[in-house]
């Protein structure tokens, strides 16, 4: 857009070859998009610098989903925030119809783009809500992973413990592995797991 205008007196000039009627019907069932973002308002305001898209053949659509929300998406990679109670991936013991974080966002690129792939760079438990990271193709993924031990060093979790914990803060160090199932667990074994070192402090106390 190079000036300041309205959505379809813009179409009207952008696509002059088809008639008033048919933009309209574009703009109705979504196929028209201002930054990214369905539009189906005769005077949506445009500014300069907006982008326009038309797809003549399918509806634009927004990501919506009740158990992830999407946070970021470019060329290379997709950030989620999964919601609590969703695996991220399924594994040889879930049901291959069960919806998992994975299937609802390559459902999501392949509405996009058909042929669009989709990788797992890493995992969040079924139980953990937070943000997840995919990527969209071969490189990203393996230039993620190569290096995510140098980028992650750290995790913050917020949790809701049952019980009653003795100290406001303290450390609690642990051995954790992995089963065929990818369900991680804790273990006292140094030789059978990675160590893993959580340093608590408690926010505020209820009943139980």
Request: aromatic share 8%; net charge neutral; charged share 30%.
């Amino acid at each position: 857009v190079g000036s300041d205008t309205t959505l379809l007196p813009f179409l009207e000039s952008a696509m002059a070859d088809r008639k008033r009627s048919d933009l309209k019907t574009l703009l109705k069932y979504n196929h028209v998009a201002v930054n990214g973002i369905p539009q189906s308002l005769n005077s949506f305001e445009l500014f300069a610098g907006d982008k326009v898209e038309v797809n003549h053949t399918r509806e634009f659509r927004v990501f919506s989903n009740r158990r992830v929300q999407l946070a970021y998406e470019d060329t290379d990679i997709i950030v989620i925030e999964k919601g609590y109670g969703l695996l991220s991936m399924a594994t040889e013991r879930t049901d291959r119809k069960e919806e998992t974080a994975y299937s609802i966002m390559r459902e999501w690129v392949k509405w996009t783009h058909p042929k669009q792939k989709l990788f797992i760079v890493h995992r969040l438990d079924q139980n953990t809500s937070g943000l997840m990271m995919m990527a969209k193709n071969i490189d990203a993924k393996e230039i993620m992973q190569h290096n995510w031990n140098n980028m992650v060093l750290n995790r913050k979790y917020i949790a809701v413990v049952e019980g009653y914990i003795d100290d406001d803060s303290g450390v609690i160090r642990s051995y954790l592995t992995e089963n065929s199932a990818h369900e991680v667990y804790s273990t006292k074994n140094p030789e059978e797991g990675k160590l893993a070192v959580t340093r608590y402090k408690v926010l505020k106390r209820g009943q139980g």
